[in-house]
Each structure stands twice: as C-alpha cells, then as structure tokens.
C-alpha cells in the first residue's frame, strides 16, 4: 500500500484546523503521516495538533512562508506521495485516502503527479460553491489566469521523486509557488486524473483576496518568464480586463467588491465565489 505524507503549513490556525484535524482522525483504510510545519502560533494551534490521535511530525518555528514551511515538512516525508492541505481542508469522505491509494500504487513511474476534484466553500459557513478538476486532456493547452491550465494543488498528490535532490518549492514566490512547482512537472510528463473529488478547501488567503490580484499576476507573469511560456494574445487581452474589474472591486467596501467581482463571475456563466460568506 502507498504510504501518504500530508503536509499542513500552519499559523494561528485554531479557528480552521479542527476540520482538518478531525477529517483526518476519521480516515480509515490507508497508511499515511500527517507533517505540521508550525510559524509559531500563539491562539492554541499547537494544543489542538497535540489532541490529534494520529501519527503527527510537528515543527514549531518561525518560518519565511507557506513554502519555505512546505519545503522543511518535504525535507522530513517518509511518504511515498505527498499531498500538501491547508488548515481548514478537508478529505471528502472517511475513505477518500484509501479510495486514491490503489491508484497511487499503480500510478508511478508512469505519472509523477495524481490529481482528484477539489471543492471550495465559502471562508465562513463552509457552503459548497463550485467544484473544480478536469482530466489532463482538457486542461492541457487551456490558459487560466495568465497560466496554463493546472490540477488544483490541494487535491494534488506528489511522488517523493520530485523533492529528491534538494528540488523544492520557490520561495521568491509568496503566491504563485505551487503553480510554479506543478507546471515544471505536469507540462513533461502527464498527470493521472482521478474522477472522484478528494478535498474541500474553503477560500480565503492572499491568493484569493481581491486586494492581492495585482501582486498575484505579477507573480504569475514572472513565472512564465522564467518558466518560457507566452500566453496566448486573446488569453492576455481577457486576463487584463478580469485583473482590472478584480483591482476595481479589491479598492470598494469589501461587500460592495465582492459582490461586483461576483457579478462578473454569474456573467460568464461561473458560480459565485466572492460574496457568500
């Protein structure tokens, strides 16, 4: 059976860890670890994580970031996969691990990375509002949000191979790192997808906050620079006016933002994200 090492980057998280942490407790069926990269919590975070009954590696120290707390968990995986989730993720089902551990059996050398559907909620109530994921022969050669088209990182599983000899997440990106990440692997050889939804993550984050929709694009800019992609002239043109109503909307009263940035969304034919809370 492949073994699982699931990796959660935490800070002042005590008010969303308890989804993760039970969601976890109440996996049966697969062998995994759980890695908890700590940036020194002081809301009870880490009293929570010692209540877990599980197998738990903690680490509580100052840290330079998600990624930077991502790579020192990577440098401590026995996992034969690795699947990084949020404080406040959770696995959908008691036997969404074992559901994808056959198939993770199977899945290298053939494929690097296996990938699930991913739902997200709204930060608050956790409402469900969309669910995102598409088979690799969909999304390879779409562009989204200045990039080509990705898995969903959270529903996202890793063989170990990726990390060996020092490769890990960039740190010069405070956003854009798992997309960097995923797009030097997933564009040389293809991901195994999965039909069947694996995670729920509810939104929230500087990636997801319209205030950050500059500095996320940026990011994403410099990453295909480096990485030699150019995104198509149409796909630029529409990335620039979606970027311009998202600054728009991130510069009103947050509701009034949301809302707008909402309808934008219900416009294209896309749930909303924004507004519900």
């Not at 990796?7 to 407790?25: C, I």
């Not at 191979?161 to 997440?169: C, T």
């Not at 620079?225 to 529409?238: F, S, W």
């Amino acid at each position: 059976m492949a073994v699982i090492s699931i990796v959660t980057a935490t800070l002042n998280a005590a008010a969303l860890l308890p989804y993760t942490l039970e969601s976890l407790a109440r996996q049966r069926g697969a062998s995994f670890e759980w890695l908890v990269v700590d940036g020194g919590s002081a809301d009870g975070t880490l009293e929570l994580l010692r209540r877990y009954p599980g197998e738990l590696s903690l680490v509580s120290e100052p840290d330079r970031g998600i990624y930077d707390a991502w790579n020192k968990a990577c440098e401590r995986a026995r996992g034969d996969w690795l699947l990084f989730l949020g404080a406040g993720d959770d696995l959908v089902g008691d036997d969404a691990l074992a559901a994808f551990s056959a198939r993770l059996e199977r899945a290298h050398p053939a494929h690097d990375l296996v990938y699930g559907r991913l739902r997200y909620l709204s930060p608050r109530a956790r409402v469900e509002l969309e669910e995102v994921g598409a088979p690799w022969s969909e999304l390879r050669g779409r562009w989204e949000v200045g990039r080509p088209a990705l898995p969903p990182h959270p529903a996202t599983f890793h063989y170990r191979s990726l990390f060996a000899g020092g490769r890990r997440f960039d740190t010069r990106f405070r956003m854009a790192g798992d997309s960097h990440f995923l797009l030097r692997y997933a564009l040389a050889k293809p991901p195994l997808y999965v039909p069947r939804a694996l995670v729920r993550a509810p939104l929230g984050g500087v990636s997801f906050n319209l205030g950050s929709a500059a500095a996320l694009a940026r990011e994403v800019a410099d990453l295909d620079r480096e990485l030699g992609l150019v995104p198509p002239l149409g796909h630029r043109i529409a990335e620039r006016a979606r970027l311009a109503a998202k600054v728009i909307a991130g510069a009103l009263p947050a509701p009034v933002g949301r809302a707008i940035a909402d309808l934008g969304r219900l416009a294209s034919g896309q749930p909303r994200r924004w507004s519900v809370r």
